[in-house]
Structure formats: structure tokens, C-alpha cells
């Protein structure tokens, strides 16, 4: 037994309270070094009356490593508690004081979790778990009023540029919301909608006033009240990072540097504030000048902007924010925009633009979710054929256990977006490779994401060309993908298992292609089984049962001799299902 890969703190994703009774407890192996893992749990104050032992499930794998996970209820809500290890013939302990193969006598020098206190438990919305995203960006969604057009507007469905505009508005999203509800989206992700001088929106003038290109604050506001009746929650673009260099205090640094009122609100290295050898002489983001980055630690800034992310949240009863750039702001900031959301909205969904380990900012104080591009890219890999089924495997299990069970419940997953290129092409332009991917989005983990325009077959290589104008006309659409989304978002919403229920691997091989998974609740049980190639695959895995049915059609499912063997075409998948009795 390799004892240097053995690990756990008494914290984070290690040991936290999912719920007001309910604590998980991870614990990380050498991988296939060991047989069992048991918690011995207790309460210090009572130990002998209150000891209990759990069997650790072997929850997810990595390159490296095993993952074991428990969860626990203890009576009074204090925990004491540590792990016995077995390995063949040898057993060693891991408590708090170290570890070492003689008993410890409990509950001395083990570790604790010594309360939970149900305001400290990271709770995210509800709603976030049954909710489908639909991306959009206004402008290149539906023109419905021709009438408030920027000057140049270019004849819809032309070649997107980084400055040109198609003349999508807000009342073209109005327009087709009952599109929106027959496809079975619940939940909107607008990108930015406040005045800016760019198609994009991402560099912002006035932080209360919709861009008039796209209507006003009153046709917002009837937006997201038809959404809100239609059953369709609404998010919005939150861009604190940076402003445009129209925004009016900026102008005003621009016109009396340092001795503007507003020279703090921004990072300034040198005045006057210029482009010198194509490098501002103060913060952006990235290098573009016309992108002034705020400084969030200024006690004026900061009330500005949380001030508008309360105001939009009570003026149009907005159900959350999308943070961008949210890893290059301060933590201080998120922490207080936290609280003055929630205060506004206990329900409102923040989710962080941050596009790698984001455990920093998903332990109840910041965010309850971000954009998951690392599950894209693993996802898009694997589909690809650019990794066998058990490097996916690993891949995956490191991802969940990023973060603790109720990040991972509502993490914002997609495929791609206005910052990637579009999923279509991201696999070469084969339907077959996408259905899969759409599939495994649709029964893993976490909150999907569509971006527009992906359900009926848009392609686009990265920005701008995946912000191409949607296709409205039937005749240019694949309509065949189409019912392909809907039914698999018709599956995910009937079925709370694959929202909530736990997920792992069945079947994941080195040289081989093919994957099988389960999604399950004490309710349901799902088996998913795809064949990731280019040739027919019978796949077979042991099952118990003989109450299984085709999850799509209801057909019955049958195993022989308590064996599963399921035929997939090319690049097929089949998911099956069992009820379970209570």
C-alpha cells in the first residue's frame, strides 16, 4: 500500500455538509492499490453509543488515483471520524494525527467535523438542476423590429464579422419563445444586452439602460415576464471585469487623468492614459484599449456595480448572472456580490466564467456554479477519437471530484459557445459523433447548455464565424438533429435520475472506444451504452435484473444468462432503464 498517496482534510471538497444532516467524506488511494476503505464515525462527546462504520464506495478514478466517498448522518450533527484502510492482508488507519497501522484510540487525534451549522452549508438553487440552458445572443438570434437596426445592418444570415450587425433584438427573442418551449428549454443565458458600441456587447456604456439596438428596459422586462410565464427562467450577462472606454467615468479619466474624480476606478500605470508600442498605459482585459479594466477594490466601483446587479434582479425579477471574466476580479468583490444577490434573490444562479479549476470560488461564499469548458474539451476529445474509453474515464472522474456534490449537481456544462467554435464543427461536421456528445450531455452531471443554433445544425469555426445569424426557415435546418435534442431534452426532464443521481462508470478500456455508465436515484436506474467507432460493437456488461426497457421506446431489454449484450451501429448509443422497488 502506497501510503504517500493517501490523502483527506477535514475540509473543502474533502469534508463538507451537502445538507443540514448530511456530510460527504472523500478519501484519495493509490489507484488499484487497495480493497476497502470504512469510515468510523462517532460522536466525541458519546463515542461508544453513537460509533458507527460505513463502507466507502469507490465513487470516480483518475490517472493517478482511486476516490472513495461516504456519506454521513450523524445524530447530533458533530462528527468524529477516521478511515481504516485494507489492502490484502495489511490494514492501516488515517485520522488526524497521522497515519499508521495501530488502532487509534477514538476519538483523540481524529478528525472533525464539529457542527453543522445549516447557515454555512453551501446551498445552491434548485431550480439549476431542472433547468435546460438556451444560449443567446441577441444580436444574431431573430430581427422581429426592423425598426431600431444600427446604421449598416447587413442583410440577415450574411458572413459574421468581428463589427458588423444583423439587427437581432429582443423582440425577436419574444418573437419565438414558443420555439423555445417546444424544443423543452426552461432557462435563457442571454449574453450582454446593455448599451455598448460593439455587436458583442462584452464592453459596456450603461450598465442600466438595454442597448436601444435591441429595445429597452420595458421590452426587457415584458421578456422576462412571458418567459416567466412560458416556465423559462432568465440569466444574464454580468461584465464586471472591464467596461468600454465610452463609459462615461473612463471618458472622464481620458479628459483629466489624475486628477479625475474616477482615476481610482481604474488600474492606471501611467498617465495620460494612451496606447504606447500597442500596450495601454492602464489595465484591460486582455491588451484592448477600448476595454478599461475596473478596479473592483475601489469602495466607490464596487457600490456602483453591485448596485446594478441588485437593480436588474428586483427591476425584472432576473433569475441569475453569468460572471464574465469572474477569475480576474477580486474575491473580496465576489464574496459581497454574493451576498447582496442572494439578499435580492435567495434563488438566483451565479455562475463564473472561469475556465479551469474553479474550487476556489465553489465553496458557498462566491458562486454556485461556472462554465465547465474542461468537461467540453474532455468531452470533445474523447469523441473525437483522440482518447481511448478509459483515459475518458479518468478524465471525467477528475473532474468530479473537483468540487463538492452540490457544485457538480448544477455545473454549467456546454459544448461550445460564442467563445469556441460551434459543436458541429467541432466534430468535423459528423452528426452521428455529435449525437453522442449531445447524449452524454444530456444524462451526466451537472446543468446543460445549448448555444443557439446547435439543435438545428449551425456550423462556425471560432469567433466571430460561430456567431452566425439562426436559421429560421425548416427548409435549411436539420430537422432530424432537431428532434434528436428534443427528445433527449424530453428524457432528462422526465426523469429525476439523470439530474440528481449519482453517476459512474460501468465499462471503460484501454484500446477501446466504447464506454457504458449508469445514472441512478432510489427511484430509477440508467444504463447508457456507446459505441464511440466506426464499426458495429456488441457491448455486453453483467445485469442482474430482467425488468429493463429501452429508455427511448419502451421496449423490453432483456439479458442472457445474467448478462446484458447490446448491438450498436456506428457511432450509436442505446440508454436503458429499470425501475427500482422502494
Same mark, same amino acid.
Given at each position: 500500500?502506497?501510503?504517500?498517496?493517501?490523502?483527506?482534510?477535514?475540509?473543502?471538497?474533502?469534508?463538507?455538509?451537502?445538507?443540514?444532516?448530511?456530510?460527504?467524506? =472523500?478519501?484519495?488511494?493509490?489507484?488499484?492499490?487497495?480493497?476497502?476503505?470504512?469510515?468510523?464515525?462517532?460522536?466525541?462527546?458519546?463515542?461508544?453509543?453513537?460509533?458507527?462504520?460505513?463502507?466507502?464506495?469507490?465513487?470516480?478514478?483518475?490517472?493517478?488515483? $482511486?476516490?472513495?466517498?461516504?456519506?454521513?448522518?450523524?445524530?447530533?450533527?458533530?462528527?468524529?471520524?477516521?478511515?481504516?484502510?485494507?489492502?490484502?492482508?495489511?490494514?492501516?488507519?488515517?485520522? $488526524?494525527?497521522?497515519?499508521?497501522?495501530?488502532?487509534?484510540?477514538?476519538?483523540?487525534?481524529?478528525?472533525?467535523?464539529?457542527?453543522?451549522?445549516?447557515?454555512?452549508?453551501?446551498?445552491?438553487?434548485?431550480?439549476?438542476?431542472?433547468?435546460?440552458?438556451?444560449?443567446?445572443?441577441?444580436?444574431?438570434?431573430?430581427?422581429?423590429?426592423?425598426?431600431?437596426?444600427?446604421?449598416?445592418?447587413?442583410?440577415?444570415?450574411?458572413?459574421?464579422?468581428?463589427?458588423?450587425?444583423?439587427?437581432?433584438?429582443?423582440?425577436?427573442?419574444?418573437?419565438?419563445?414558443?420555439?423555445?418551449?417546444?424544443?423543452?428549454?426552461?432557462?435563457?443565458?442571454?449574453?450582454?444586452?446593455?448599451?455598448?458600441?460593439?455587436?458583442?456587447?462584452?464592453?459596456?456604456?450603461?450598465?442600466?439602460?438595454?442597448?436601444?439596438?435591441?429595445?429597452?428596459?420595458?421590452?426587457?422586462?415584458?421578456?422576462?415576464?412571458?418567459?416567466?410565464?412560458?416556465?423559462?427562467?432568465?440569466?444574464?450577462?454580468?461584465?464586471?471585469?472591464?467596461?468600454?472606454?465610452?463609459?462615461?467615468?473612463?471618458?472622464?479619466?481620458?479628459?483629466?487623468?489624475?486628477?479625475?474624480?474616477?482615476?481610482?476606478?481604474?488600474?492606471?500605470? $501611467?498617465?495620460?492614459?494612451?496606447?504606447?508600442?500597442?500596450?495601454?498605459?492602464?489595465?484591460?482585459?486582455?491588451?484592448?484599449?477600448?476595454?478599461?479594466?475596473?478596479?473592483?477594490?475601489?469602495?466607490?466601483?464596487?457600490?456602483?456595480? !453591485?448596485?446594478?446587479?441588485?437593480?436588474?434582479?428586483?427591476?425584472?425579477?432576473?433569475?441569475?448572472?453569468?460572471?464574465?471574466?469572474?477569475?480576474?476580479?477580486?474575491?473580496?468583490?465576489?464574496?459581497?456580490? =454574493?451576498?447582496?444577490?442572494?439578499?435580492?434573490?435567495?434563488?438566483?444562479?451565479?455562475?463564473?466564467?472561469?475556465?479551469?479549476?474553479?474550487? !476556489?470560488?465553489?465553496?458557498?461564499?462566491?458562486?454556485?456554479?461556472?462554465?465547465?469548458?474542461?468537461?467540453?474539451?474532455?468531452?470533445?476529445?474523447?469523441?473525437?477519437?483522440?482518447?481511448?474509453?478509459?483515459?475518458?474515464?479518468? *478524465?471525467?472522474?477528475?473532474?468530479?471530484?473537483?468540487?463538492?456534490?452540490?457544485?457538480?449537481?448544477?455545473?454549467?456544462?456546454?459544448?461550445?459557445?460564442?467563445?469556441?467554435?460551434?459543436?458541429?464543427?467541432?466534430?468535423?461536421?459528423?452528426?452521428?459523433?455529435?449525437?453522442?456528445?449531445?447524449?452524454?450531455?444530456?444524462?451526466?452531471?451537472?446543468?446543460?447548455?445549448?448555444?443557439?443554433?446547435?439543435?438545428?445544425?449551425?456550423?462556425?469555426?471560432?469567433?466571430?464565424?460561430?456567431?452566425?445569424?439562426?436559421?429560421?426557415?425548416?427548409?435549411?435546418?436539420?430537422?432530424?438533429?432537431?428532434?434528436?435534442?428534443?427528445?433527449?431534452?424530453?428524457? *432528462?426532464?422526465?426523469?429525476?435520475? !439523470?439530474?440528481?443521481? =449519482?453517476?459512474?462508470?460501468?465499462?471503460?478500456?484501454?484500446?477501446?472506444?466504447?464506454?457504458?455508465?449508469? =445514472?441512478?436515484?432510489?427511484?430509477?436506474?440508467?444504463?447508457?451504452?456507446?459505441?464511440?467507432?466506426?464499426?458495429? *460493437?456488441?457491448?455486453?456488461?453483467?445485469?442482474?435484473?430482467?425488468?429493463?426497457?429501452?429508455?427511448?421506446?419502451?421496449?423490453?431489454?432483456?439479458?442472457?444468462?445474467?448478462?446484458?449484450?447490446?448491438?450498436?451501429?456506428?457511432?450509436?448509443?442505446?440508454?436503458?432503464? *429499470?425501475?427500482?422497488?422502494?
Amino acid at each position: 500500500m502506497l501510503l504517500e498517496a493517501l490523502y483527506h482534510v477535514p475540509r473543502d471538497k474533502w469534508a463538507y455538509a451537502y445538507d443540514p444532516h448530511t456530510i460527504h467524506l =472523500r478519501v484519495r488511494t493509490k489507484k488499484n492499490d487497495i480493497d476497502s476503505v470504512v469510515a468510523m464515525t462517532g460522536d466525541k462527546y458519546d463515542w461508544d453509543r453513537t460509533y458507527f462504520e460505513i463502507t466507502m464506495e469507490k465513487s470516480a478514478s483518475d490517472d493517478m488515483f $482511486d476516490y472513495y466517498e461516504c456519506h454521513v448522518k450523524p445524530k447530533y450533527k458533530r462528527l468524529s471520524y477516521g478511515f481504516r484502510i485494507h489492502a490484502g492482508d495489511e490494514t492501516v488507519y488515517m485520522v $488526524d494525527s497521522g497515519i499508521g497501522w495501530d488502532y487509534p484510540h477514538p476519538p483523540a487525534g481524529y478528525f472533525e467535523f464539529p457542527y453543522i451549522h445549516e447557515i454555512d452549508v453551501f446551498k445552491v438553487p434548485e431550480w439549476a438542476k431542472e433547468a435546460v440552458f438556451y444560449q443567446i445572443m441577441t444580436e444574431r438570434f431573430a430581427n422581429g423590429d426592423p425598426g431600431n437596426d444600427p446604421e449598416g445592418t447587413e442583410p440577415w444570415g450574411g458572413q459574421p464579422k468581428v463589427d458588423n450587425f444583423f439587427g437581432g433584438d429582443l423582440q425577436g427573442v419574444l418573437d419565438h419563445l414558443d420555439d423555445l418551449v417546444h424544443l423543452g428549454i426552461n432557462a435563457i443565458y442571454f449574453t450582454p444586452l446593455f448599451r455598448s458600441p460593439s455587436n458583442h456587447k462584452y464592453d459596456t456604456v450603461d450598465y442600466k439602460q438595454v442597448d436601444p439596438h435591441f429595445g429597452d428596459n420595458e421590452l426587457l422586462k415584458k421578456v422576462v415576464d412571458t418567459c416567466h410565464a412560458k416556465g423559462i427562467r432568465v440569466m444574464l450577462d454580468a461584465v464586471f471585469n472591464h467596461c468600454s472606454d465610452q463609459f462615461p467615468p473612463f471618458q472622464d479619466v481620458l479628459k483629466n487623468g489624475e486628477k479625475s474624480r474616477y482615476a481610482e476606478w481604474f488600474h492606471v500605470n $501611467d498617465f495620460p492614459c494612451e496606447i504606447r508600442d500597442g500596450i495601454p498605459t492602464y489595465d484591460t482585459f486582455g491588451f484592448f484599449g477600448n476595454m478599461p479594466k475596473f478596479n473592483t477594490a475601489n469602495p466607490e466601483v464596487k457600490a456602483y456595480l !453591485l448596485d446594478v446587479a441588485e437593480y436588474w434582479i428586483k427591476e425584472i425579477k432576473l433569475d441569475g448572472w453569468r460572471l464574465d471574466v469572474a477569475n480576474e476580479i477580486d474575491h473580496h468583490f465576489w464574496r459581497d456580490f =454574493r451576498q447582496v444577490v442572494k439578499q435580492a434573490n435567495p434563488d438566483a444562479y451565479i455562475v463564473g466564467e472561469v475556465w479551469s479549476d474553479s474550487l !476556489l470560488w465553489l465553496i458557498g461564499d462566491q458562486f454556485d456554479s461556472v462554465m465547465n469548458y474542461p468537461f467540453a474539451d474532455k468531452v470533445l476529445e474523447f469523441f473525437n477519437g483522440q482518447m481511448d474509453g478509459l483515459t475518458f474515464a479518468n *478524465r471525467i472522474g477528475s473532474l468530479l471530484m473537483r468540487y463538492p456534490q452540490q457544485t457538480n449537481e448544477v455545473v454549467f456544462n456546454l459544448l461550445c459557445s460564442h467563445d469556441t467554435p460551434r459543436l458541429l464543427t467541432r466534430v468535423g461536421g459528423d452528426t452521428r459523433r455529435m449525437k453522442l456528445t449531445v447524449a452524454f450531455l444530456f444524462t451526466f452531471m451537472g446543468t446543460p447548455c445549448i448555444f443557439y443554433g446547435d439543435e438545428i445544425g449551425l456550423t462556425g469555426d471560432g469567433d466571430p464565424d460561430c456567431r452566425k445569424c439562426m436559421e429560421w426557415d425548416p427548409a435549411k435546418q436539420d430537422r432530424d438533429l432537431y428532434e434528436f435534442y428534443r427528445s433527449m431534452i424530453g428524457l *432528462r426532464k422526465r426523469h429525476p435520475a !439523470l439530474r440528481q443521481g =449519482r453517476f459512474r462508470f460501468l465499462q471503460a478500456r484501454h484500446h477501446d472506444p466504447s464506454i457504458v455508465y449508469e =445514472r441512478a436515484d432510489d427511484k430509477m436506474h440508467f444504463i447508457i451504452w456507446m459505441n464511440n467507432s466506426d464499426r458495429p *460493437r456488441t457491448l455486453s456488461h453483467p445485469i442482474v435484473t430482467t425488468d429493463w426497457v429501452d429508455a427511448l421506446t419502451e421496449e423490453p431489454v432483456k439479458p442472457v444468462k445474467g448478462t446484458m449484450h447490446i448491438e450498436l451501429e456506428p457511432f450509436g448509443f442505446r440508454i436503458i432503464r *429499470r425501475k427500482l422497488k422502494n
